[in-house]
């Protein structure tokens, strides 16, 4: 039986499997554990065939429960994962005998595609059937909670688990760090080492994320501490996800500290990583200098490697290099996709070159996304053109989309041209329509407590404090000659209602608080979910002339550092 195993244990083709399987079937030894081990074999190795696998399942008439694993576990890697659960409840509805493994496999191939209903009826089998006691199962099933964002469910798991390894930890460290609550994965490390429980490189990487995620930048080079005495700083994952930290939290030359320190054991990745970062603090051209030179490293630009430069080239307004690496991209056998024509329409759009931007749109092989006609409108804003503008809002229309800020833009558009009746039907169309307003929200860490602030937000402790010191900016910044960019207000009312709803947007809000809150001269760090509004913009460029504060505002797509009255971006954003 030993050979027999091992014979099927040294296929190398499908072939083999094929003439194996005709051998076992006429010479009458094709047991249940030889069957079920080539039927494995069968449907996972990468020479295999599910399909072939499936057939081989279907003509026996009483399949163990190895057999179904085997097939699930096939499916399970395949590319129509789903289909595992389907597997998994024919056999409790043919009253087949589930273990462990069946479990496992069924919960990594709803963990591929995010089935959050599946994972709850899974976890109500596997208490049913007593498995709840198995710690890789567990860690599994804590794993595909934090994936699907029930981030309750796979605490309630992890705390609940009889016993738990390095992996379990490290799961909900990623979750939570992935998820909305990245400050719990810190908290989650602090006590692995109250524990007693020794963290591995897989748990800084998740650590570092939650970092990168909340721009915690002390909480980060404690995290670079640990990571130096544990000699972790050797690994090359490890590495990469510093310079993403340090980037994500607004310190370039920090990233490229850890990019230099590690001489010859970068990766693609590394390179990537660090033209994100230039790109992301709005230096082009160092962005630039390290993709030429990663070609004398020997390293082959990926697509990710052209999204990168691109992003640099559109946030520091380099339009012919933009267009220039653009045409290049053949060069290394890359092919664009409709991200990189996302950058080009954005890059030649805030250039106003709107006519090539949509004849870039019109020009690409495959379908344009959403992205690509919501970055036009917000081109057409800049330039006020209606015509493209709508153009670039029918698009949108019919592509289904409901996002509130492609209304307002269109409105914008007409406001600025004092269409107040098509601004009326822009109102009426998003009361009829779905509409989805993404709330903006602003956060703010001061000393170690972060808070948090939505517009005309008086959740705060302070917020009478918070609203006289703003009241207090709007007085200062009147008198260097500030006149509010009501422009940005959708509704037809009067310019002083406008300028007042403008006033509390979030990010105010959380720069008055850090000015109340720190002592003077102290930097000021605002993290905000969408991109910084434009009134806002010229708001916190004065605020930092007048109350001599560094501002680091960091948006959804890139970082804003006041300083003097004047932005990093050059007001090209």
């Given at each position: 039986?030993?050979?027999?195993?091992?014979?099927?244990?040294?296929?190398?083709?499908f072939?083999?499997?094929?003439?194996?399987?005709?051998?076992?079937?006429?010479?009458?030894?094709?047991?249940?554990?030889?069957?079920?081990?080539?039927l494995?074999?069968?449907?996972?190795?990468?020479?295999?065939?599910?399909?072939?696998?499936?057939?081989?399942?279907?003509?026996?008439?009483?399949p163990?429960?190895?057999?179904?694993?085997?097939?699930?576990?096939g499916?399970?890697?395949?590319?129509?994962?789903?289909?595992?659960?389907?597997?998994?409840?024919?056999?409790?509805?043919?009253?087949?005998?589930?273990?462990a493994?069946?479990?496992?496999?069924?919960?990594?191939?709803?963990?591929?595609?995010?089935?959050?209903?599946?994972?709850l009826?899974?976890?109500?089998?596997?208490?049913?059937?007593?498995?709840?006691?198995?710690?890789?199962?567990?860690?599994?099933?804590?794993?595909?909670?934090?994936?699907?964002?029930?981030?309750?469910?796979?605490?309630?798991?992890?705390?609940?688990?009889?016993?738990?390894?390095?992996?379990?930890?490290?799961s909900?460290?990623?979750?939570?760090?992935?998820?909305?609550?990245?400050?719990?994965?810190?908290?989650?490390f602090?006590?692995?080492?109250?524990?007693?429980?020794?963290?591995?490189?897989?748990?800084?990487?998740?650590?570092?994320?939650a970092?990168?995620?909340?721009?915690?930048?002390k909480?980060?080079?404690?995290?670079?501490?640990?990571?130096?005495?544990q000699?972790?700083?050797?690994?090359?994952?490890?590495?990469?996800?510093?310079?993403?930290?340090?980037?994500?939290?607004?310190?370039?030359?920090?990233?490229?500290?850890?990019?230099?320190?590690?001489?010859g054991?970068?990766?693609?990745?590394?390179?990537?990583?660090?033209?994100?970062?230039?790109?992301?603090?709005?230096?082009?051209?160092?962005?630039?200098?390290?993709?030429?030179?990663?070609?004398g490293?020997?390293?082959?630009p990926d697509?990710?490697?052209?999204?990168?430069?691109?992003?640099?080239?559109?946030?520091?307004?380099?339009?012919?290099?933009?267009?220039?690496?653009?045409?290049?991209?053949?060069?290394?056998?890359?092919?664009?996709?409709?991200?990189h024509?996302?950058?080009?329409?954005?890059?030649?759009?805030?250039?106003?070159?709107?006519?090539?931007?949509?004849?870039?749109?019109?020009?690409?092989?495959?379908?344009p996304?959403?992205?690509?006609?919501?970055?036009?409108?917000?081109?057409?804003?800049?330039?006020?053109?209606v015509?493209?503008?709508?153009?670039?809002?029918?698009?949108?229309?019919?592509?289904?989309?409901?996002?509130?800020?492609?209304?307002?833009?269109?409105?914008?558009?007409?406001?600025?041209?004092?269409?107040?009746?098509?601004?009326?039907?822009?109102?009426?169309?998003?009361?009829?329509?779905?509409?989805?307003?993404?709330?903006?929200?602003?956060?703010?860490?001061?000393?170690?407590?972060?808070?948090?602030?939505?517009?005309?937000?008086?959740?705060?402790?302070?917020?009478?404090?918070?609203?006289?010191?703003?009241?207090?900016?709007?007085?200062?910044?009147?008198?260097?000659?500030?006149?509010?960019?009501?422009?940005?207000?959708?509704?037809?009312?009067?310019?002083?209602?406008?300028?007042?709803?403008?006033?509390?947007?979030?990010?105010?809000?959380?720069?008055?608080?850090?000015?109340?809150?720190?002592?003077?001269?102290?930097?000021?760090?605002?993290?905000?979910?969408?991109?910084?509004?434009?009134?806002?913009?010229?708001?916190?460029?004065?605020?930092?002339?007048?109350?001599?504060?560094?501002?680091?505002?960091?948006?959804?797509?890139?970082?804003?550092?006041?300083?003097?009255?004047?932005?990093?971006?050059?007001?090209?954003?």
């Open positions: 039986m030993a050979n027999l195993e091992s014979l099927v244990q040294r296929c190398a083709s072939s083999h499997i094929k003439q194996l399987q005709a051998y076992f079937i006429t010479t009458g030894i094709f047991n249940c554990r030889i069957r079920s081990k080539l494995d074999l069968c449907a996972i190795a990468p020479f295999g065939s599910l399909s072939f696998a499936i057939s081989v399942f279907h003509q026996i008439p009483t163990f429960t190895n057999d179904f694993n085997a097939i699930i576990r499916l399970m890697q395949s590319p129509q994962p789903s289909t595992a659960f389907a597997w998994y409840r024919a056999m409790l509805r043919g009253s087949f005998r589930v273990d493994l069946t479990c496992s496999f069924t919960l990594k191939a709803c963990a591929r595609v995010l089935a959050a209903t599946e994972s009826q899974l976890h109500a089998n596997i208490i049913r059937f007593g498995f709840m006691a198995d710690a890789l199962l567990g860690t599994t099933l804590l794993d595909l909670y934090a994936k699907v964002g029930n981030l309750s469910y796979a605490r309630k798991v992890f705390d609940e688990m009889p016993q738990r390894d390095i992996a379990s930890w490290n909900l460290v990623f979750g939570l760090a992935q998820g909305s609550q990245a400050s719990e994965a810190l908290d989650l602090k006590r692995m080492g109250v524990e007693g429980l020794k963290p591995n490189e897989v748990t800084v990487i998740g650590v570092l994320s970092c990168s995620h909340m721009g915690d930048f909480g980060g080079q404690k995290i670079h501490g640990f990571i130096r005495n000699k972790f700083d050797m690994n090359l994952q490890v590495c990469n996800a510093l310079i993403d930290m340090y980037a994500n939290c607004g310190f370039v030359d920090k990233a490229y500290g850890v990019f230099d320190d590690m001489g054991r970068k990766c693609i990745v590394t390179w990537n990583t660090m033209i994100m970062a230039f790109a992301m603090d709005g230096d082009g051209c160092k962005a630039l200098e390290l993709f030429e030179r990663m070609d490293a020997g390293v082959q697509a990710v490697t052209y999204l990168t430069v691109l992003c640099a080239c559109n946030h520091a307004g380099l339009v012919e290099d933009g267009v220039r690496l653009f045409n290049m991209m053949g060069k290394h056998g890359v092919e664009p996709n409709v991200k024509y996302g950058c080009m329409v954005d890059l030649l759009g805030r250039a106003g070159r709107l006519k090539e931007a949509y004849d870039i749109i019109n020009s690409m092989p495959m379908v996304d959403v992205v690509l006609w919501q970055s036009l409108l917000g081109a057409c804003r800049i330039y006020k053109d015509e493209m503008a709508e153009i670039a809002s029918r698009n949108l229309v019919e592509m289904g989309s409901t996002n509130c800020g492609d209304f307002v833009l269109l409105s914008n558009i007409y406001a600025a041209h004092e269409r107040w009746n098509d601004v009326g039907k822009v109102r009426d169309a998003m009361k009829n329509t779905d509409v989805k307003k993404v709330p903006g929200f602003s956060y703010i860490e001061v000393d170690g407590l972060r808070h948090k602030f939505f517009t005309d937000d008086k959740s705060n402790a302070r917020w009478k404090e918070i609203y006289a010191k703003l009241d207090e900016i709007r007085f200062k910044i009147k008198e260097l000659g500030y006149i509010a960019e009501t422009s940005f207000v959708l509704h037809d009312i009067g310019e002083e209602e406008k300028e007042n709803q403008l006033c509390y947007h979030s990010e105010k809000l959380a720069v008055a608080f850090g000015l109340i809150s720190t002592s003077k001269g102290t930097p000021i760090q605002v993290i905000k979910n969408l991109r910084i509004c434009g009134d806002c913009h010229v708001v916190i460029k004065l605020v930092s002339k007048i109350y001599k504060r560094q501002i680091v505002v960091r948006d959804r797509v890139r970082f804003h550092k006041f300083k003097d009255g004047f932005c990093s971006c050059r007001d090209y954003w």
